[in-house]
């Protein structure tokens, strides 16, 4: 049977989804199951909740836990399926460092985990432990697929796909909601009639077709969209962009505005409102889902035995299919080797992939609108640039990517955005390798 290594597996709730649906799946349901992590409290509490699942199953998995850098290769060692879930530096510090000093330089944020200023210094703490993460497991399961779900996605998954030899597809959840979510607040109907087709790069693959029996639903998605901006409500950003580039993005308004230049200006301060726009929304979840955590923590960690319900996470799926050879699809993040012909072939793109015991083969989508693309290549510059950072331990990398960033140069000039970025590496510290 398969052994499944758990990166981060302190990341209890998600290691529940992951798991939990490993658990449940036939071809799965005996796996070697190994959690790794630095948290010996969190890495104790999620074996704790797993063993409880497993033991209501049947007891048919085999779960160790793997605590260090210490113990890290033989947490990977013969694995088959590498799943990554890991967040290098947390809430705090770094979390609350990539906010508070871009805010002092008149820089504002939503989110912070994709692109922009913050985007860029979580890959740039991130790739390092992946880098490590990558020759453990060329050495000890050079044949693992590797599943990463861990953020920035594309200049992580863009780097694993590049610059080491590991089998690498990342994985989100914004694929496989966008079209549910979209007919939902627009309140239209949705079923196993309705047909979709999305392509682009990470947080931002676009719509390109929505049918139900061969009836295009754009031209009533965009009627409806009209009348719902004319009211406040989540997705206003999202909606605005359809409106305008003529597609439905697949992340949410929040991660849109600040992937582009248009919506949080200081210039305009009235956007903020006009279009409801969450300003430090991550650092108040961060802070939700600790609260959260302690109310939670005894239902999962305490209980003998623990049920689960199967969810819609791709990473059970995409095991299943590699072991059982039937084929599943997924929206997955890959090497861009001429799917999209208008995008660079350098690039990280997520596009439909099907998967079996050959592997992810992803499939061919051709060029997109190039409005589409053009707005894809904003964020793609700012990502290529992230990378040869890592790659090169340069900090004009790091400046580059930074004056790309279609939110940052909107709001900064040169001078500004090259001081901050200083700021930002002084401030992480050991958190950041040595950059020249």
């Not at 072991?323 to 999209?340: A, W």
């Not at 053009?374 to 900090?395: D, F």
Request: with cysteine; charged share 25%; aromatic share 8%.
């Amino acid at each position: 049977m398969p052994k499944i290594t758990f990166m981060g597996a302190g990341s209890t709730v998600f290691a529940k989804n992951v798991l939990g649906d490993s658990m449940l799946t036939p071809s799965l349901q005996e796996s070697e199951i190994a959690l790794y992590d630095i948290d010996p409290k969190r890495l104790k509490e999620s074996e704790l909740m797993l063993s409880a699942i497993n033991r209501h199953l049947g007891n048919h998995a085999h779960i160790s836990a793997y605590l260090g850098v210490e113990n890290r290769k033989e947490a990977l060692r013969g694995a088959s399926y590498v799943v990554n879930a890991i967040q290098v530096g947390g809430y705090e510090p770094c979390t609350v460092t990539d906010f508070e000093i871009p805010k002092k330089f008149g820089l504002r944020q939503t989110i912070a985990d994709t692109l922009g200023i913050g985007g860029i210094f979580r890959a740039l703490r991130t790739i390092p432990v992946m880098r490590d993460f990558a020759r453990d497991m060329e050495e000890v399961c050079p044949d693992c697929w590797f599943l990463n779900y861990t953020n920035p996605m594309a200049m992580l998954t863009g780097y694993m796909l590049r610059e080491t030899g590991v089998k690498t597809v990342g994985l989100c959840h914004s694929v496989q909601s966008c079209v549910p979510g979209l007919l939902g607040e627009l309140g239209m109907e949705y079923d196993e009639k309705v047909q979709w087709k999305i392509a682009g790069i990470n947080h931002q693959a676009w719509l390109l077709e929505v049918t139900r029996d061969g009836r295009d639903l754009y031209p009533e998605i965009k009627a409806r969209a009209l009348e719902k901006n004319k009211e406040k409500h989540g997705d206003m950003v999202r909606l605005e962009l359809m409106r305008r580039f003529g597609y439905y993005v697949t992340e949410s308004s929040e991660h849109s505005s600040e992937y582009t230049p248009w919506f949080i200006k200081d210039r305009y301060p009235q956007n903020i409102e006009r279009w409801n726009i969450p300003l430090d929304e991550y650092p108040r979840r961060c802070v939700n889902q600790i609260a959260r955590w302690e109310q939670l923590r005894e239902e999962l960690t305490t209980k003998d035995e623990l049920e689960h319900v199967r969810t819609k996470e791709y990473a059970s799926h995409i095991m299943d299919a590699m072991e059982t050879n039937e084929i599943y699809k997924i929206g997955g993040n890959v090497l861009n080797t001429g799917l999209i012909t208008n995008l660079p072939q350098n690039a990280c793109v997520e596009v439909p992939c099907l998967v079996d015991k050959s592997g992810v083969t992803p499939t061919y989508v051709g060029a997109l609108p190039e409005q589409c693309a053009a707005v894809n290549r904003s964020n793609i510059n700012v990502q290529l640039l992230t990378i040869e950072a890592a790659r090169t331990h340069r900090k004009d990398y790091i400046y580059q990517a930074a004056l790309m960033d279609p939110h940052t140069s909107a709001e900064l000039d040169i001078d500004d955005t090259v001081a901050m970025c200083d700021a930002l590496i002084e401030a992480h510290g050991d958190w950041l390798e040595k950059y020249e």
